[in-house]
């Protein structure tokens, strides 16, 4: 979701060549490839045609081979093995290890990224196939190190898309200098933890008040007393009604002792600015285990469950369309906050916009979406949580 900006660059091969050409955009080739860093990971992008991908290994297609979406299918798992083992990247002098994260037939279009549907068929000579992998960034980061390996032509060069949070770079590799050595224009510091929102005020203590207990205690043995002596009604019942006072007297600090504050705190819109970047921080990780443990920092009870299995669509269905989604802001833009009756915490409607950047065809461009939703945030464990939404509205902003 950054915008798409083409960079000029001056880098050394290994072989000693320097490249410092800024490339055009170009025309579907038979094969190209893209890498894709931000400060959480690595991806590497191969993008072909089959039938061109048959210089390498036999996928029993011809030019006008019709494929429809089953004949699609098949190929998928041979793609994704055979492209496994190609284009090897290190970082730091240490070799990546990828895994595969999709395979998908796009349409063939410079501009936009659209996974073909089961509906449409296409031939083999007009397809074209992104075959992606991903791999975690080192924290330490250092010099982007690989080697391209897979030339369709005996002299012809393939273009390599470098794309990372200051821009794209575009570079021509061939069979003389096939390997490239690039710095990764990373922030360190946007790997930072969120900072945590402010600590819940104490829950009130039961304040026992003695004058109150002190008099009920009296009371009480005024009144075994006058049962035991049998005296007269009028001095049992004005015993009984002294107890009664002093009783009544403790009520109120029981009930504070179990209800919350009288209001919904003054910092209500910070509470859930940082809650909100927490919740984004999580799904920086790629292990699910990890997501969920950052996750239940700020959400708790049924409400950590739902937006845990939430945004999990949300990041299935950005994969399936091809997406690669990394959130680099978060910011609220209106808090409207009032007690909850029954407990402590507050309700609050919020609305707020989160932008960051979708990354295909070598490059990365903005990406702003905006929504409103009503919270239940309660101190669960010393720390506020949201342990309950209704999401109003979601909608894109036009680029």
Same mark, same amino acid.
């Given at each position: ?29 038979? !094969? ?51 492209? @496994? ?24 279009? =410079? ?8 509906? =449409?068929? !296409? ?65 360190? @510091?946007?790997?930072? =933890? ?16 003695? !004058? ?6 009296? @009371? ?78 700020? @959400? ?85 949580? !949201? ?13």
């Amino acid at each position: 979701m950054i915008p798409s900006r083409a960079c000029l660059a001056t880098v050394a091969f290994l072989g000693g060549t320097v490249i410092g050409q800024e490339l055009a955009p170009p025309e579907i080739p038979d !094969i190209m490839g893209s890498l894709y860093m931000d400060e959480w990971q690595v991806e590497k992008e191969f993008i072909a045609n089959p039938v061109a991908v048959q210089t390498w290994i036999h996928l029993e297609l011809k030019p006008s081979t019709n494929l429809d979406a089953t004949a699609r299918e098949k190929l998928k798992p041979k793609l994704g093995k055979f492209f @496994a083992t190609h284009w090897p990247v290190s970082i730091a002098d240490e070799p990546l290890e990828f895994e595969l994260d999709r395979v998908q037939f796009i349409k063939p279009d =410079t501009q936009e990224r659209i996974v073909l549907d089961p509906e =449409t068929a !296409i031939t083999a000579e007009d397809a074209v196939v992104s075959v992606v992998f991903v791999a975690p960034l080192p924290e330490a980061g250092g010099r982007v190190n690989f080697r391209w390996d897979l030339f369709p032509e005996e002299n012809k060069a393939v273009q390599i898309f470098a794309a990372d949070p200051l821009g794209t770079r575009i570079f021509n590799v061939d069979r003389v200098s096939p390997e490239l050595s690039l710095r990764a224009r990373i922030d360190p @510091a946007a790997r930072a =933890t969120p900072e945590p929102p402010p600590a819940p005020p104490e829950a009130p203590r039961f304040q026992l008040p003695w !004058i109150h207990l002190g008099i009920a205690a009296v @009371a009480v043995a005024a009144l075994l007393f006058l049962r035991a002596k049998q005296k007269t009604m009028a001095a049992f019942g004005a015993g009984l009604i002294a107890a009664i006072v002093a009783v009544a007297g403790l009520i109120p600090n029981i009930q504070s002792s179990k209800s919350g504050p009288s209001a919904a705190p003054e910092n209500a819109e910070l509470i859930l600015d940082r809650v909100l970047h927490g919740i984004y921080h999580a799904f920086n990780f790629r292990d699910e285990s990890a997501q969920y443990d950052v996750l239940a920092n700020v @959400a708790g009870g049924d409400a950590l469950t739902e937006i845990y299995l939430e945004a999990r669509r949300t990041l299935e269905t950005r994969q399936q369309d091809g997406s690669r989604v990394r959130v680099k802001a978060v910011e609220v833009e209106e808090v409207t906050a009032s007690p909850l009756q029954t407990k402590r915490g507050f309700n609050a409607d919020c609305k707020w916009e989160v932008s960051g950047k979708i990354g295909h065809w070598g490059h990365f461009h903005d990406r702003t979406n905006r929504y409103s939703a009503s919270f239940s945030v309660e101190p669960l464990e010393n720390k506020w949580k !949201i342990t309950g939404l209704t999401l109003r509205n979601r909608e894109r902003e036009v680029e």
